[in-house]
C-alpha cells in the first residue's frame, strides 16, 4: 500500500502480514513511515493505494463499533479533555460492547488496571498522573476493549488485537518490560495479535516473534526478529555497530537470545571541541 499526505509519500507500496497470537515489532528509525503504517492498521489514515485487511475483511468496509471491537490501539500521545478518573478512562475500553455487555464489565476493568498496575490509582483523575502512568492507564483501558473473545463478520470467534504505537516511550525500564511481557501474554495464552512501534531493538528481540523493518517509507526486512536483526542489517538501517552478546531468556521460543551492545559507526565531530 502507498500513503501520501499533502503531495508527499510517507509509504510506497509497503506490504506485511501479521498473525493472531504472536508479537510483530514495526522497526525502523526517526521518519522510517512506523507511525504512518500503524495509523493505516489502526484505521485512522487510508492508503491512496492497497488495501489493509482484517479477517478476510477490507479494514475500511468495517463499522466502527463493529471495528472497536476487534482491535485497540495505544497512541502515542492521547489526550484527554474531561477530567476523567482513571477507571472510567479504563471502563470506556468496554463502550463498544454496550450493546452486547457481559455480567462481568466492572470486573474486567479492574482485572486490567491491575494487570498494568495502576488499581491503585483508579479514583485519581487522569490529568493528575505523570506520562508514565497514563501511559499503562491507556493499556489498561485497551486491554479490557479486547478482554474477551468476541464473534467475527462470520458469528464466528475473531482475532483480537492490540496495537501499540510506540506505547513504551513513556515508560521506565521496568514497565518497559512489564508492558512487552503482559502483551507477549495476552499473545501467547489468549491468541491476541499485538503489533508494537518500537525503537528498541533489544525489547523486539526480547519480546516479538516477527519483525517490519522500514527505512524511508519502505519495507527493507521482515521475519523471524532472531533472523531478521543482524549486525549488518542494523548497521546498514541505523548507522550503528552492534555487538552481540547471549542473553538469558525467557525470548520467543522459550530459549535465551541474542542481545546488543551498540556504538555508533563512526565518531561524531562537535565543533569547538578542544
Keep these: 500500500m502507498t500513503v501520501e499526505v499533502a503531495g508527499k509519500t510517507l509509504l510506497r507500496t509497503a506490504s506485511a502480514r501479521f498473525a493472531a497470537g504472536q508479537v510483530t515489532a514495526i522497526l525502523g528509525p526517526n521518519g522510517a513511515g512506523k507511525s504512518t503504517l500503524m495509523s493505516v492498521l489502526t484505521g485512522q489514515r487510508r492508503p491512496v493505494a492497497g488495501q489493509v485487511h482484517l479477517a478476510g475483511k477490507a479494514l475500511a468496509d468495517y463499522p466502527h463499533g463493529a471495528l472497536a471491537r476487534l482491535r485497540a490501539c495505544v497512541a502515542q500521545e492521547?489526550?484527554?479533555?474531561?477530567?476523567?478518573?482513571?477507571?472510567?478512562?479504563?471502563?470506556?475500553?468496554r463502550y463498544p460492547h454496550r450493546r452486547q455487555p457481559v455480567p462481568h464489565e466492572s470486573a474486567i476493568a479492574l482485572q486490567a488496571m491491575r494487570a498494568t498496575a495502576v488499581?491503585?490509582?483508579?479514583?485519581?483523575?487522569?490529568?493528575?498522573?505523570?506520562?508514565?502512568?497514563?501511559?499503562?492507564v491507556h493499556l489498561a483501558r485497551a486491554l479490557a476493549q479486547v478482554w474477551e473473545p468476541v464473534a467475527g463478520p462470520d458469528g464466528m470467534p475473531a482475532a483480537r488485537w492490540l496495537l501499540l504505537d510506540e506505547a513504551t516511550a513513556a515508560l521506565d525500564l521496568q514497565h518497559q518490560h512489564r508492558m512487552l511481557q503482559l502483551a507477549r501474554s495476552r499473545a501467547s495464552g489468549q491468541g491476541v495479535g499485538v503489533v508494537a512501534v518500537l525503537h528498541d531493538l533489544n525489547l523486539a528481540l526480547r519480546y516479538s516473534d516477527n519483525c517490519v523493518v522500514l527505512q524511508g517509507g519502505q519495507v527493507v526486512a521482515g521475519g523471524r526478529t532472531a533472523d531478521v536483526l543482524t549486525p549488518g542489517l542494523i548497521r546498514h538501517v541505523w548507522d550503528v555497530r552492534a555487538c552481540a552478546v547471549q542473553a538469558a531468556g525467557p525470548f520467543p521460543g522459550g530459549q535465551g537470545g541474542i542481545q546488543y551492545v551498540f556504538e555508533p559507526a563512526a565518531a561524531v565531530a562537535v565543533q569547538g571541541a578542544a
Design 78 to 93: 492521547t489526550q484527554v479533555a474531561f477530567d476523567f478518573s482513571v477507571r472510567e478512562v479504563v471502563e470506556l475500553g
Design 119 to 136: 488499581d491503585h490509582l483508579q479514583h485519581r483523575a487522569l490529568n493528575t498522573l505523570s506520562g508514565g502512568e497514563k501511559a499503562r
